[in-house]
């Protein structure tokens, strides 16, 4: 097996998480509207086939305890909750949480609790085995210490838990930020762009070959069962509306 290389967990970036925060702060508001819009469009559909699918597959039709790690301005919470299911989110900034909340009101109401709150995807507060799914979407990518993360995802997923990890090697299409194909991005100002992209190279996850890394690590701590879907992009993305994006996106599943 190669060389796995990642930032430890002493030797965080200095300010890595305040900038990664404080960038996240400025594009809650857009972002909550954005959210609200994929609920309402095929793209919400698109997404609950695959999520259900590998639920199915898992645990067949029964109902869940879910984490929603980076839950953003609350999509999963919201598009989980609203098929029966318990969702519990977080996110790092405040803002986030504060807009996912708002998004959960306007949605509900639900038969399982939905619940949103502020923390540290590397550091959690639940106990071990707390839930049997734990899915994520666009976060891996973001944060400096990813082993620490896939770590504690491991404990608090119940035995014969499930890990959804959708993300993409946005580091290295960074460039596409600016480009006329980014329509996910084209309201988002020059300045944040550029933050984003500086934020890129702050990260040592931004150098590695994704999903194979991910896989790598996933087996080495544990894991089992572990899929990497590199054609997931195609069948989310297959039309260039107002969430397209150029980089592609892949899913990682593995078990406990």
Not at 12 to 24: A, C, F, L, M
Not at 157 to 169: I, T, V, Y
Request: aromatic residues 10%.
């Amino acid at each position: 097996m190669s060389e796995l290389k990642y930032i430890p967990f002493e030797e965080e970036s200095e300010g890595i998480k305040d900038r990664v925060t404080n960038y996240w702060t400025e594009r809650a508001e857009s972002f909550f509207e954005q959210r609200q819009h994929e609920l309402n469009s095929s793209k919400a559909g698109k997404w609950l086939f695959e999520i259900k699918k590998k639920m199915g597959e898992a645990f067949g039709d029964r109902t869940l305890k879910i984490l929603d790690v980076g839950c953003g301005a609350g999509y999963f919470p919201v598009l989980l909750g609203k098929e029966g299911q318990e969702v519990t989110g977080i996110d790092l900034t405040q803002k986030m949480i504060d807009e996912a909340r708002e998004l959960i009101r306007l949605n509900g109401p639900y038969e399982k609790s939905v619940e949103v709150k502020v923390m540290d995807a590397e550091e959690l507060s639940f106990e071990d085995e707390t839930f049997d799914m734990v899915i994520t979407r666009n976060l891996t990518w973001t944060l400096p210490h990813p082993v620490e993360a896939y770590k504690e995802w491991l404990r608090v997923l119940k035995k014969g838990g499930l890990l959804l990890n959708f993300d993409a090697e946005y580091a290295k299409g960074a460039h596409n930020l600016k480009t006329l194909e980014n329509l996910a991005h084209r309201n988002i100002s020059d300045k944040l762009k550029d933050e984003c992209h500086e934020i890129y190279h702050m990260l040592t996850i931004s150098a590695l070959d994704r999903p194979e890394w991910d896989r790598e690590i996933l087996e080495r701590l544990g894991y089992c069962n572990i899929q990497c879907d590199t054609g997931f992009a195609d069948r989310i993305f297959s039309e260039k509306d107002e969430f397209y994006i150029p980089d592609r996106m892949f899913m990682i599943s593995a078990r406990k």
